[in-house]
């Protein structure tokens, strides 16, 4: 039985994992505290201590159902590290694909399956009918295109890998196959349909900004760090690079930063009501050192894509603020334009003369006792970090996934967007929706931030200033 | 285009919730590929629909775990065709009914659709089936294989 001075939603529909969202209210009964609760429990480090180092990527995948391809990537980089090898050039050019592949179907669900409910009938629609059969009967068009384009991503990750979920075929020193002339050349053959869904994408998208400007203006609207990977041209990349950081103004606060080393500059604590660690970066203490990740804050830090048509686009995107694009709102149009820039990527490295090659996988023994590898998932950047002993086993794992390095600007998002639409002491299915739809500006992936199974759940609760919950809301 | 869609969903390591698995395994070898199309995946998502688009039929296997049924309890029932009402509708755990939905409502695809489910006795950790679960595998592939041939001759 809920306080009757607080308002809880639960669940948080439409996003990956379980959590809840309590909003505290002051004397006058208005919003002064949000906090997003994430109520699933994180055991994949502890689950992990005694394994051959070897089988890390494949128990690493099974984090997440959804990016797996990502942690796939992460885990086989810190293993390589482990062997002190170089990987063949074409084998780091395949777990790129592997990782673009991914990251077009993964932004294609928050997009179209997800969000798109949001975008496309409003923030005020029938909960019943915000959903993916809403969206069918409204624009069917875009319905097909979000199921085409996850297809797209979802086919080149079972042609490479022979399955689409839980693909083990990156591994420590490569990948275990190479690319056949027919696979590369049926993935060419299915670029085209995949970049004209992007533009329409984008054009939609681009068309629907209009209604939600207040959205824009109350949606994470704050300034905060952004940080990323960037090549060495600081553009745009999801597999390799140096970690870059921009403040609020878009000015480069730290460059070059080896992600090797992210405990020196990444802070996490622990806060008593949440399972999701908090993220921050050290220098600027906490929690003054709040950054983001993701979409967002990649096309903040880069400074091109490296394709022709990403590049206009992020051109355009940069003309969105003169400083850094600050509104969580933009996530979305940030998404878009990462799908334009993976699919023109994937046609460069498809047609690398050396992609056929059959030289794929380094072979080493332990080299190194320690082993740290990042990568960009598509929620963000993605650090895993090994110990062994002699025998190669584990000894000790630490993980620092996207959604936890979001989770200071999520709580700080609810906050804003409580205090702008939430009034009175009861909630509004409009009101609720808002509330939620800025946690899914963010993508969270809880399953994976949590690295626990299971649950796909949320709540929120609105308190006033005695503590007393004033309303809940669940949803089974 | 294969003319029966077969879409066994589970978690083949979640001991009996991997049963339809265990069933495509079987299945895979019984008729052609141009024929039948078998899909093993985790749950029902929306791209479901566009492959029940392309099939005269289809046939999801799956465990369940009803309180009511005895362990191994094999039930099969043709799929609701149209939208059933639901407040819970996550975009990414989907019923058999909502991508027969979306394929009628995206694809203006009408495939007939049934719905074979075991009961299951155990969904622990692990990737062998319970004794119950395990007697009634050989029974429902029978059961499917019965049913395929079915949708095979009327289509004949």
């Given amino acids: 039985m809920p306080h009757p001075n607080t308002i809880v939603i639960d669940p948080v529909t439409r996003i990956e994992g379980h959590s809840k969202i309590t909003l505290h209210l002051n004397d006058e009964g208005r919003v002064e505290d949000a906090r997003f609760h994430v109520t699933q429990f994180r055991g994949f480090e502890k689950l992990c201590e005694g394994r051959p180092f070897y089988e890390m990527p494949s128990l690493m995948a099974r984090i997440c159902g959804i990016c797996p391809v990502s942690h796939l990537i992460a885990s086989a980089k810190a293993c390589d590290s482990l062997l002190a090898v170089r990987i063949p050039p074409t084998a780091d050019k395949l777990r790129r694909i592997f990782g673009l592949a991914q990251v077009t179907q993964s932004h294609a669900l928050s997009l179209f399956h997800l969000s798109s409910p949001d975008l496309l009938l409003g923030m005020d629609a029938d909960p019943a009918k915000s959903n993916i059969f809403g969206v069918a009967e409204k624009n069917p068009e875009l319905a097909r295109d979000g199921i085409k384009l996850r297809q797209f991503g979802q086919k080149i990750i079972e042609r490479l890998g022979g399955k689409r979920i839980h693909p083990a075929w990156i591994v420590p020193g490569g990948v275990s196959e190479p690319l056949t002339e027919a696979n590369r050349d049926a993935i060419l053959w299915s670029l085209p349909d995949a970049l004209a869904i992007a533009e329409r994408t984008l054009e939609w998208f681009k068309s629907t900004m209009e209604r939600f400007r207040e959205e824009i203006s109350t949606f994470g609207n704050f300034p905060t760090l952004f940080m990323g990977i960037v090549k060495k041209d600081n553009g745009l990349t999801f597999y390799h690079g140096k970690l870059r950081i921009v403040d609020a103004a878009g000015k480069v606060v730290a460059d070059d930063l080896d992600p090797t080393d992210y405990a020196e500059y990444i802070g996490e604590k622990v806060e008593p009501w949440s399972y999701l660690k908090s993220s921050y970066y050290k220098p600027k203490g906490f929690p003054d050192g709040i950054y983001r990740v993701g979409p967002l804050a990649r096309l903040n830090v880069a400074d091109r894509c490296g394709t022709p048509r990403a590049d206009q686009e992020l051109a355009e995107f940069h003309e969105l603020q003169r400083t850094a694009v600050l509104s969580s709102f933009h996530y979305h149009h940030a998404r878009i334009i990462e799908i334009l820039y993976c699919i023109e990527r994937l046609e460069q490295l498809l047609n690398d003369p050396d992609i056929l090659s059959k030289h794929v996988r380094a072979v080493a023994r332990p080299n190194a006792l320690e082993g740290v590898g990042a990568a960009e998932a598509p929620r963000g950047t993605l650090f895993h970090h090994y110990k062994i002993d002699d025998q190669g086993l584990i000894r000790w794992v630490n993980l620092i996934i996207a959604t936890g390095q979001n989770n200071l600007a999520m709580n700080r998002s609810v906050l804003q967007v409580a205090k702008h639409f939430v009034q009175g002491k009861r909630l509004t299915p409009g009101m609720l929706n808002r509330v939620e739809a800025v946690i899914r500006c963010y993508d969270p992936c809880l399953s994976c931030s949590t690295h626990a199974l299971g649950r796909m759940n949320l709540q929120i609760q609105l308190v006033d200033a005695d503590g007393t919950v004033l309303d809940e809301v669940a949803r089974a | ?156």
């Avoid at chain 2, 299945?27 to 479901?48: G, M, T, Y």
């Avoid at chain 2, 939905?101 to 299951?120: C, D, M, N, Q, W």
Wanted: proline share 8%; charged share 20%.
């Fill in chain 2, 1 to 156: 285009m294969s003319r029966v869609l077969i879409v066994a969903y589970g978690n083949p390591l979640r001991s009996d919730d991997g049963i339809a698995w265990r069933a495509a395994d079987s299945l895979d070898k019984k008729f052609p590929p141009s024929e039948v199309e078998i899909l093993r995946v985790h749950q029902l998502a929306p791209e479901l629909a566009e492959n029940a688009s392309r099939s005269d039929s289809v046939i999801f296997i799956d465990a369940a775990s009803v309180p009511s049924s005895l362990p191994g309890e094999i039930r099969a029932e043709e799929v609701c065709p149209t939208l059933c009402a639901g407040p819970s509708r996550f975009s990414h755990v989907q019923t058999p009914q909502d991508v027969i939905a979306l394929a009628e409502r995206l694809y203006a695809a009408r495939p007939k659709s049934f719905i074979v489910t075991v009961a299951g006795a155990s969904f622990d950790h692990g990737e062998s089936l319970s004794p119950s679960a395990e007697a009634a595998l050989p029974i429902l592939i029978e059961r499917i294989v019965g049913i395929v041939r079915t949708f095979l001759q009327q289509k004949a």
